[in-house]
Structure formats: C-alpha cells, structure tokens
C-alpha cells in the first residue's frame, strides 16, 4: 500500500470530504493528496496535501500524476442532478471532459486503478422502481444521468479497449454529517437533520411517498474502499455495480427523527426536483456486488438517524479535509 500515490479530484465535495481522510488513514498522509477547483475552506491540520485542480485541465492533471508519480486516481467531481438542470450545457462539458481526462491521462501515463462513480440517476422512466436489477433499461431525463450513463460506457470501453483498471459505484442518495448538500435530488435527507436541530421543522422539496434509495455515508465510503481493494479478477461489472442501503420515503425519515426530536414537524412543497425522483427506481438490487466482492450494508434507517443527530448535535458545521 505505501507505494502507492493517490489523487483524488474533487476532494472537498460531500465524498471527498470523507474518502480523503479514509485513504489517508490507510496509506499514509504523504500518499494521498487532495485536489479541487476551490482552495481548502480552512487551513487546519486536516487539510494535509493539497493542489489546486481543474480537472479540465488536462496539461496540469498530466503535471500532477507525473511530478509526483500518482498511481491511483479517484475522480469525484460532478456537477449534480438539480444543479445540473440549471445549466445542462456546462454540467455535461464538466462530467465528461474530466472522465475524458483521467482516462486519457492513466493510458498515457500507466496509471494502476481508477475510481469513478455513477449513480441512480442513470435509470429512467422505464426503468423497473423496485429491485432495479444490474443490467437493465437505462433511461435518464436529466443531464447528470446522462453523463453518467455516458460514463459508464466509456469506463467499460477503455478496460475492453486499452486495459485501464477501473472501478464504479453506481451511488444512491447519500447521507452525511460531515458535508452540507452538494445540489442532488435526494439532499433533502442531509437537510431535514440539520433543520431538525436548528428549527424543529422543514419543508421538504419531495411528496410524501417518495421512496428513493439512499446510503449512509460510512457504508458509502466503505464500499467504495472494499471495491478498490479487491483482486482485480473479481470485478466482473466494469460500467458501474449497482449499490444499495436502504429506502425510505420522506415521512418515514421525519418520524424517525421525532423519536429523538419530538417536537419536530415537517411539511412539503414539491418543486421541480419532484420530477426527477418520479423517474428514478425505489429499491435497488446490488447482489452482484454482493457476490463479487462481497458487498453488504451496515447502516439502516434507525442506526443512520441515531448517528447523524448524535454527531450533527456536537458540531453543525461540515468538516473538511
């Protein structure tokens, strides 16, 4: 392990806020450095190695792998669904150049594995909701799911073609205390906790009966490690592997935070967000993960609810690394 360098893109998104100080911890601080388009938003001890990135800048990507010999590359940075919605152009031109880049730059510099996560929103309106299996119809009417999908092919593609090892996870809505929402469709489950806490109220931006998958983000990070980790000859999905944590729909949260909150009330005001959920599955099926390499969730709704107000009561603001 500690000859490996990683390089991770998008360091102080909602997962790399996570993942970073996750690699970290088992290569070494000097092993993994951090990038993002924005300078760290402190200067503490946390920060530890970082540059300064804009992954559609290929020259500096290729400048950076090369001066300090990067030999794994996780590239997290993504324009979201809802965000993406407000300026399709630039959110397609963001989520495929950069993949475009690292791919190219890992073939010409030999770069060993490569992570790169899709997502739920992959799936469409003719997707089957309930226990949406691996392979299947694939549909997206956003621009993020479109990408996405896009990504999918061109990741299988450059393993088929040029051999470059890498892995993906196909996200659902993920749940964290130590990052504010990044702009999804499914960040309404980041923000009722903090609005809990703060106000004893929410409004949310789905329907009540809207069931989406969702992850906490320590399952999150450790399926994202297990999958890296594992031989290579286990990875039979190379587009993306679905994954899975729980489903719940929005009352069914509220009412599992008024069992730590009871004053906390909640009612909704569905805006255009809605439309999106309405097309994307309910349950996922990820036992193929779960077969080659032996994928399994820890975290459901009452163990992620309990966690997240424990630690969102000690401190509200969002870490960094």
């Given at each position: 392990m500690s000859k490996d360098k990683i390089l991770i893109v998008g360091a102080l998104g909602q997962i790399g806020t996570e993942l970073t100080l996750?690699?970290?911890?088992?290569?070494?601080?000097?092993?993994?450095?951090?990038?993002?388009?924005?300078?760290?938003?402190?200067?503490?001890?946390?920060?530890?190695?970082?540059?300064?990135?804009?992954?559609?800048?290929?020259?500096r990507l290729r400048y950076l792998v090369e001066k300090h010999k990067i030999t794994q590359v996780y590239l997290l940075a993504a324009i979201l669904s809802a965000k993406g919605e407000q300026n399709p152009g630039f959110a397609w031109r963001l989520n495929m150049e950069s993949l475009a880049n690292v791919l190219n730059?890992?073939?010409?510099?030999?770069?060993?594995?490569?992570?790169?996560?899709?997502?739920?929103?992959?799936?469409?309106p003719?997707?089957?909701?309930?226990?949406t299996p691996q392979t299947t119809v694939a549909d997206p009417l956003t621009v993020y799911g479109i990408s996405k999908l896009a990504g999918e092919r061109w990741a299988e593609y450059y393993h088929l073609t040029k051999g470059v090892d890498i892995r993906s996870l196909r996200y659902p809505g993920l749940i964290?205390?130590?990052?504010?929402?990044?702009?999804?469709?499914?960040?309404?489950?980041?923000?009722?906790?903090?609005?809990?806490?703060?106000?004893?109220?929410?409004?949310c931006f789905l329907n009540e009966g809207t069931y989406l998958p969702m992850m906490y983000m320590p399952d999150a990070i450790r399926s994202t490690l297990e999958l890296m980790e594992a031989d290579s000859d286990k990875i039979k999905i190379r587009s993306?592997?679905?994954?899975?944590?729980?489903s719940f729909e929005p009352g069914e949260l509220a009412r599992e935070i008024q069992k730590h909150i009871p004053e906390f009330v909640m009612d909704y005001k569905a805006d255009f967000r809605q439309g999106i959920a309405d097309n994307w599955p309910q349950s996922i099926d990820d036992s193929q993960a779960t077969q080659d390499w032996g994928w399994k969730p820890e975290y459901d709704l009452a163990r992620m609810t309990e966690d997240m107000i424990y630690n969102l009561s000690k401190t509200k603001l969002p870490q960094v690394v």
């Open positions: 996750a690699l970290r911890k088992m290569y070494g601080d000097s092993c993994v450095m951090a990038t993002d388009i924005v300078e760290p938003r402190n200067l503490k001890n946390e920060v530890g190695w970082y540059e300064h990135l804009n992954i559609l800048d290929k020259d730059v890992s073939v010409e510099k030999n770069i060993r594995k490569i992570f790169w996560p899709s997502s739920i929103a992959v799936f469409g003719n997707t089957p909701r309930q226990n964290s205390y130590k990052a504010l929402p990044g702009g999804g469709t499914t960040d309404y489950a980041v923000d009722i906790f903090h609005q809990a806490l703060e106000h004893k109220k929410y409004t993306s592997y679905n994954l899975s944590g729980m």
